[in-house]
């Protein structure tokens, strides 16, 4: 781990990443008006920890005896202390770690965790309950581009309604909120199907087992980005990708593959021609799937009165998603312009974000019924689908006033006019490294400075002073582009003035305003 | 796991706690309130991930082969899929699970990453690099009162500047951002001293090696906590607690611990005393003790160019800071008010947050020096101080508008009035449950609502109509106390009244102005 030199390699796991200022500032100011909207809806924020048990999680495998591969998992063994020479005895002397050995996980989305919430304070809870949270999820899986085992997500639920009133909200409320980071009609689209309609075909053709329901499920969510024929092979006994992996399917025999298979190419054709009908005939074979239809057909009426043409949201029968908790409406918020691939190609941007009703999930802990529907969306890609879009104000933001340090025996002089500053309200900061003022300039520069101020013994001592000299860096690039010369150059000072000291704040104010075209905010 | 009806228990681990909007808000705004000064002191913000390799994080012991206990880790072992049943075999048809046998960790504090950040982006980043960051750290620890497994700190740091001024700069911004949350001078004290003077000390007596430096360390921080005698003990053998847990002590001889319990004892006593003049006495005993003075002095010059006074910031030798990685200065931000502990009892606040100088941290990765300083600030405990002293607004947040559903045939109707409330910036919802209106109201009630909407047939088709009847459920609550008996109530029905439906959004907007006191924002 260490190498030759001794010396450990700074760099993190595969699959995790820092982020920069730019970045935090772009994502909170998307979830600020994301969440903006979700209040509107009468949502209202709870947060769950990070670290829950595996079996509340629903990850700890029986069979095995082990929590699932996927999540990352460890075993509760609390220490007294962090220090590694410290160890607990009882007064008997006899060493005694007090161990817990039952699984703990970080959690793998933030459903699971609101289930065990709202049945913990089931008590004390509004009824139906309706609550979002954004927060870092974690998965153990293989990382890829655009892939992360760290990523965020911001979720929105309504627990304890039954009503497909309560699905047609979530997606009024995630059209909302596509529109409210300014994607519009017809470059975003809330499709929306019911699960119910596709278990009623699977138990037309007698699949039962939950275990190849899932399998099934999973094989049908990959049509567009595999087509059918690998579908086909993951229906049956399996799939092997280009690089040699092979995924095992779930083993249907040839006529219920060529059943579902028939169901699906008819489902991925657009839901108002004539795969439409045959989609409902087909759905309309189970009492399961005829469920399906008519809860699709209530939430259609809730949109209707609320004003939501097919343009924000429409009935897509192709929309299935590949969890295996959802009991009915299933949706997907898809991104409709197109983006460059690795490749270069046009590709249509797609699914920023999903969900459905999963009526099942609180049952795990509570006799009552507790029938539950949500919203989750992929934060990062709806951020570079922002960016892609140009919703998200790259500009770089102005970096605070930097006054150099001329003389470290007058570094108290520099403190005081930093100070001065800061108390105006103006992000500013001395130069606190050990270099020259060529490297000064550099570093201003780096920071994205508005200006820098200096004083010299020159401007400390004349007569009339003290006085200091503030170099408007924005200004001074834009003029140098006008100067012929480096002689020129340093005769003319482009963007520099001297000001008395006791006027710094206020011409610094004032460049400030300049700078940003108007009175600073 | 399972309880005997086959259902599990829904519960979170020792340790871990679920956040209230309330609890979410105040933190928000804590936060918020902290970000504004850090960015007028010239500190951008950076993210680290929550997951690191735990040699990166100085977390893995090489002589056991395995992480600290105080730590969470896992190895890292990415399978292709979270489905148990999906499993990566090479083309060969061998099954092989790749494998990275490197162990990973939950950072423990946001400086150990942020050392491997700065290590890793070295050649593109200005320095000094001054940043800042909030966010939730794990331990591994044995949970109590007030103690959290997981919890958050916001910390702001400054690589790449040995200066004293960078020292300076870390208290005077702990200060501005105690101000910032009401929180005022005589309230608080930024409490300064240098580790270097401890260090010199403990040259002169002869205590080199790390880990019982470190077990001095820790056992003088106890000081204020556990009295003279047992830091005695701690510095011996050992000591057992009240309830009979024994820690290991530094084993140091009778003479060392006179020794240091001499310079202990004048080191709790206040710094400008005579107890003043006994410390620079024995810390001037040693090379490494004269530069830490000199350093405290340097710092002291910049408080007094940027007018900070003692009551904000001041030198107390007393103060320590168990972490080991501090090389110089060390600074604490301590409460002074009292509060009532479990007991009844009044203690004073005490500390909610510390740093200090950290020259060794990026140096595990680099061969150049990277000089560094920086502050953390404990999120929950400063949240719970400015609870105490009613700087956090506990009011409750007024919840949505509710919509009642009175017939469930016209429920588009009521989504019609939601929608409109909505587009108008108004904060509503309708009642997604299946109760009737008593269970209705109630509900209102426990989301604090501001007022109902109820349109029954009645209003619906009356002529001149269709109306609305709105229920002021503050107004409602106040008249309530006024009103002799039930009969007289529902007559009477205080705070209810009835519009025409054309005009909700302005009724609302009305009501809203009133029960805020003023024009809404």
């Known amino acids: 781990m260490a190498k030759s030199d001794n010396r450990l390699k700074a760099e993190l796991p595969r699959g995790f990443a820092d982020r920069s200022a730019a970045d935090i500032r772009a994502m909170d100011a998307m979830l600020a008006r994301i969440k903006t909207v979700y209040e509107r809806y009468g949502f209202e924020p709870v947060e769950t920890p990070m670290i829950e048990y595996t079996d509340v999680l629903g990850k700890f495998l029986p ?97 304890g309604a039954a009503s497909p009133a309560a699905d047609a909200e979530m997606c009024m409320m995630a059209a909302d909120a596509m529109e409210a980071l300014g994607i519009e009609p017809g470059q975003y689209v809330i499709k929306v199907s019911s699960r119910k309609m596709l278990d ?27 087509g059918v024929d690998s579908v086909r092979a993951l229906l049956g006994a399996g799939r092997k990708d280009e690089s040699g992996d092979f995924t095992k ?29 045959s989609v409902i005939e087909v759905a309309s074979k189970t009492k399961t799937g005829v469920r399906g239809l008519d809860e699709l057909e209530e939430m259609t009426r809730h949109w209707r009165a609320a004003g939501f043409a097919r343009d924000r949201i429409r009935i897509d029968p192709s929309v299935v998603r590949g969890l295996e908790y959802y009991t009915g409406a299933v949706f997907e918020a898809e991104l409709l312009f197109d983006v460059p691939n690795e490749k270069g190609e046009r590709v249509v941007f797609g699914s920023v974000g999903g969900g459905g009703r999963y009526d099942g999930l609180v049952g795990r802990f509570r006799s009552e019924d507790a029938p539950a529907t949500g919203f989750s969306i992929g934060v990062s890609r709806l951020l570079a689908a922002l960016k892609a879009l140009g919703k998200i104000d790259t500009a770089a933001i102005a970096g605070p006033v930097v006054v150099l340090v001329m003389d470290r025996e007058r570094i108290a002089d520099s403190q005081q006019m930093v100070t ?33 101020v200096i004083q010299g013994e020159d401007e400390r001592t004349r007569e009339g002073g003290p006085f200091v000299q503030i170099k408007d860096l924005v200004l001074g690039k834009q003029l140098s582009e006008t100067v012929a010369d480096n002689v020129a150059w340093r005769e003319e000072r482009p963007g520099q003035f001297e000001v008395p000291s006791a006027d710094l704040v206020k011409s610094i104010h004032e460049l400030l305003e300049r700078q940003s075209g108007g009175p600073e905010q």
């Not at 040839?254 to 108002?272: N, P």
């Not at 900061?429 to 780096?446: F, H, N, P, T, V």
């Open 63 to 159: 069979d095995a005896d082990r929590p699932n591969e996927g999540v990352f998992s460890f075993q509760d063994e609390p220490s007294t202390s962090g220090a590694p020479d410290v160890r607990r005895q009882k007064s008997s002397g006899v060493a005694e770690v007090p161990k817990d050995e039952r699984w703990l996980s970080l959690r793998y989305d933030l459903t699971a965790p609101l289930a065990r919430y709202f049945a913990e304070n089931f008590e004390r809870l509004p009824k139906p309950y309706r609550s979002y949270r954004a927060g870092w999820v974690f998965r153990n899986e293989k990382p890829g581009p655009g892939r992360f085992r760290q990523f965020m997500q911001i979720d929105a639920d309504t627990i």
């Open 249 to 277: 399917g779930a083993m249907l025999g040839h006529v219920q593959i060529e059943h579902l298979i028939g169901y699906v190419t008819a489902l991925v054709r657009d839901g108002d021609t004539s795969a439409r009908d």
């Open 420 to 452: 001065e500053l800061r108390n105006a309200g103006i992000a500013a900061e001395m130069y606190l490294g050990s270099s020259g003022m060529k490297a000064q300039m550099k570093y201003a520069d780096r920071r994205n400075a508005p200006c820098v």
């Open 200 to 226: 009623g075909e699977m138990e037309a053709i007698g699949v039962a087992d939950p275990r190849q329901r899932l399998t099934v499920l999973r094989a049908i969510d990959k049509l567009d980005r595999l």
